[in-house]
């Protein structure tokens, strides 16, 4: 009898040491994170960033701190900012066992994803995950960023069918030269004027003079006509040809060599012969008295 009272006794003992700590094994056991969003896919346009808004409700009776780690698709850069402010950004987040009367307690992060600034991406859906892990308790959230389109790009340039910014005129006469508007962009550019700045005297006409647009990839001639005075001394000039669109604009100088008639050449000859020959005639007069 004295034995199965000893016994009795150290069970009773051994289950009053035990009973203070299970209930918090139960909780401990039942406690769980779990990540949600209102919107589970977001369209952007290739290039821009994407931010997703994250709630992680938690269930426990011990505060936690929880590992954050967000991956998105290869080339992307993605990381987590708290929901305010949003001013640095954050490898975990600690979570408190909620307040009384309630169920969980509820904190929201931000998952920002944007592709390195050199790449483009293409049109599609690209997979972004973010997972909160704290001990042996873990969640995750699948997002989705949708490239729905690529952002059109706006770049106009002036050229020639050569490369060869550079012509010959004659003095007094007319001379033509083309040049190109070229749209090297991925959009169109629109309204189009040329415009341009000569040495004085001298006529330039641009044929045509306004373009309603050029389509992205291709490109514009435009003819000019210059017209150097007949006076113009024999050498280099320069005009700027300007082209101003609504989307984008660019100046190019084009060197013109004039050249003179030969047949000025040979009457300035004979002015300076005629000349020397008379300052010769009366030398010899004078020379003779």
Same mark, same amino acid.
């Given at each position: ?5 000893? &016994? ?22 039942? &406690?769980?994170?779990?990540? %949600? ?17 994250? !709630? ?24 987590? %900012? ?5 001013? !640095?950004?954050?490898?975990?987040? !600690? ?8 169920? @969980? ?5 931000? #998952?920002?994803?944007?592709?390195? @600034? ?26 989705? &960023? #949708? ?21 010959? &005129? ?7 030269? %083309? ?41 514009? %001639? ?29 100046? #190019? ?34 020379? !003779?008295?």
């Amino acid at each position: 009898m004295k034995k199965r009272l000893l &016994a009795f006794g150290i069970l009773m003992v051994c289950l009053m040491t035990l009973l203070p700590l299970s209930p918090i094994l139960a909780q401990d056991g039942d &406690a769980t994170i779990e990540l %949600t969003a209102d919107y589970y896919k977001l369209e952007i346009v290739s290039g821009a960033s994407v931010d997703f808004t994250v !709630r992680l409700e938690y269930t426990g009776t011990e505060a936690r701190v929880f590992d954050l780690v967000a991956t998105g698709p290869t080339d992307w850069s993605t990381f987590i %900012t708290p929901s305010y402010p949003r001013d !640095r950004q954050i490898l975990d987040i !600690r979570m408190e066992p909620p307040a009384e009367g309630e169920s @969980s307690t509820i904190e929201q992060v931000v #998952v920002t994803a944007i592709s390195l @600034s050199w790449l483009t991406p293409e049109l599609g859906e690209y997979p972004i995950t973010l997972e909160a892990t704290s001990g042996d308790i873990q969640s995750s959230i699948e997002l989705t &960023a #949708v490239v729905t389109s690529i952002p059109a790009s706006y770049t106009l340039y002036l050229t020639t069918s050569d490369g060869i910014l550079s012509t010959t &005129a004659q003095a007094g006469e007319e001379n033509y030269f %083309t040049i190109a508007v070229v749209n090297s962009g991925t959009g169109d550019i629109d309204s189009i004027s040329l415009s341009t700045n000569k040495p004085r005297g001298w006529a330039v006409e641009l044929s045509p003079t306004n373009i309603a647009s050029v389509a992205a990839g291709n490109f514009q %001639t435009v003819e000019m006509n210059i017209k150097p005075p007949p006076d113009a001394i024999a050498g280099d000039y320069e005009i700027i040809v300007r082209a101003s669109g609504t989307q984008a604009s660019d100046n #190019v100088e084009i060197r013109v060599t004039v050249k003179t008639s030969s047949l000025w050449g040979w009457v300035g000859i004979g002015i300076i012969v005629l000349v020397i020959a008379g300052l010769a005639v009366i030398f010899m007069r004078f020379s !003779r008295r």
